[in-house]
């Protein structure tokens, strides 16, 4: 008996051994990996239609229409870029100084981001024009299940100033207005956002 409780020990222990190697195998990182890809989405809330892209870069030429084609390659770059900044304002005051209905939904309205720091994947949501600043919502946006419960940080554009919402259409306790790139949203509708208002 006490041989065969050793034996059993002794394949316990090889067994732990082997468990915790794959484990660690599957766990570590070869040096020098990437980051995991982000993805960085486009959605035009006038007509719901939402697209990805692999770099920040692409999904600012879709949501401008293709009038912004040398974004940063990096969003957090892309935040910290005064140039960056005025070339969106000229966009967007381009877009909807135009009469016509071509220029619809390319006003880019605000950026957000899946992690705090301007990090991870992004969702740039463009509208039919500037937000008026008048006291009230001018658009709304109830978020898609894959960006459900996902905000961390914003970037507002286009004259607006964002709320964030825990319920679908505007629902419950409101945090914002987020008026300024914010890193880090705050405890309260971190991971936590469902609909969006843009005023």
Known sequence: MAIRTTHRSR???ATLAVTTGVICTLSVQPAGADEPVARHCVLDASTGEQRCFGTFDEAIDRATDGRVTDAPASPRAAVTSSAFRATMSKASASASAKEDTAAAGDVVQGTFFSDPGYSGDTLTISGPSLCEKDGWVNWQHDLGDDWKN?????????????????????GGDRDG????????????????TQSIGFS
Do not use: H, K
Not at 161 to 167: F, G, S, T
Not at 178 to 192: H, K, L, P
């Open 11 to 13: 394949l316990a222990g």
């Open 150 to 170: 996902r905000i961390s940080s914003v970037q507002p554009w286009g004259n607006c100033a964002i709320w964030l919402y825990p319920e679908p259409n505007l």
């Open 177 to 192: 207005p987020f008026d300024e790139n914010t890193a880090d949203v705050g405890q309260m509708m971190n991971d936590r």
